[in-house]
C-alpha cells in the first residue's frame, strides 16, 4: 500500500527506519550482573529513599493546602521506597540486572553533576550552576553541538529563573532580579 518513492543513500523509509531501530533493540545482548545483583539494585534506592524522607520530614511537611520546603520531597522518598520494595521483592522477575559498563560511568558523571548543583546552589546562587549542570550534561552526557551548548543552557536558566523566581516569588538562592 506504498507509493515507490526515490530516495538516497542516507534516506530511508519509516518501515526501515523501524526495522533498523528493532534489530540494534535485539541484536544488544545484556550481560547479567551476579546473583546479589537484585538486592544492590534495590537495596541502593531504598537506603536512599529512607535518607531523603528523614530529611524531608527535618525540612516539616505542613499540609497539601500549605507546604512546607521538605512536602514534595517526602512524596518522592515515598514513591522511591515503594519502587524500592517492589524491585526487593519481585526480583528477578523483570528480567536480568546488566553488569557495570561503561553507561555506569555516564550515571555516576550525572549523579556527581546534580550533587555538584546542589551544593552550589546555596553557595552562589541558581543560575551559574543550572547553566553549568546544563551544558554539562548537553555536551558531556548527551553529545550535543556547541551551538545547541551555547544556547540552550542559557534559555532554560533565564525561562526557569523568569518563572520561579520571578512569576512564582519562589525563593530560590539567586544573582539577578529584572
Known amino acids: 500500500m506504498g507509493v515507490p518513492t526515490r530516495r538516497s543513500q542516507d534516506t530511508a523509509t ?13 541484536d544488544e545482548a545484556v550481560t547479567p550482573a551476579g546473583a546479589w545483583s537484585h ?4 537495596g541502593v534506592p531504598l537506603a536512599f529513599g529512607v535518607v531523603m524522607m ?3 520530614i527535618n525540612l516539616g511537611l505542613g499540609s497539601p493546602t500549605s507546604p512546607q520546603p521538605g512536602l ?12 524500592s520494595i517492589g ?26 553533576s546534580i550533587a555538584a548543583f546542589t551544593i552550589l546552589l546555596p553557595l552562589i546562587g541558581f543560575e551559574i550552576p543550572a547553566i553549568v549542570l546544563a551544558a554539562f550534561w548537553l555536551k558531556i552526557l548527551g553529545q550535543e553541538s556547541w551551538r545547541v551548548v551555547a544556547m540552550v543552557p542559557i534559555l532554560c536558566t533565564a525561562a526557569f529563573h523568569l518563572l520561579f523566581v520571578e512569576g512564582l516569588g519562589v525563593a530560590i538562592p539567586h544573582l539577578f532580579s529584572f
Not at 39 to 42: I, Y
Not at 87 to 112: D, H, K, N, Q, Y
Open 14 to 26: 519509516q518501515s526501515e527506519e523501524v526495522g533498523v531501530v528493532e534489530a540494534d533493540v535485539d
Open 39 to 42: 538486592l544492590v539494585a534495590g
Open 54 to 56: 528523614l530529611g524531608s
Open 72 to 83: 514534595w520531597p517526602f512524596a518522592l522518598s515515598v514513591l522511591l521506597i515503594a519502587l
Open 87 to 112: 524491585l526487593l521483592v519481585g526480583r528477578g522477575r523483570f528480567g536480568p540486572c546488566e553488569s557495570f559498563g561503561s553507561g555506569t560511568l555516564t550515571v555516576i558523571a550525572g549523579v556527581g
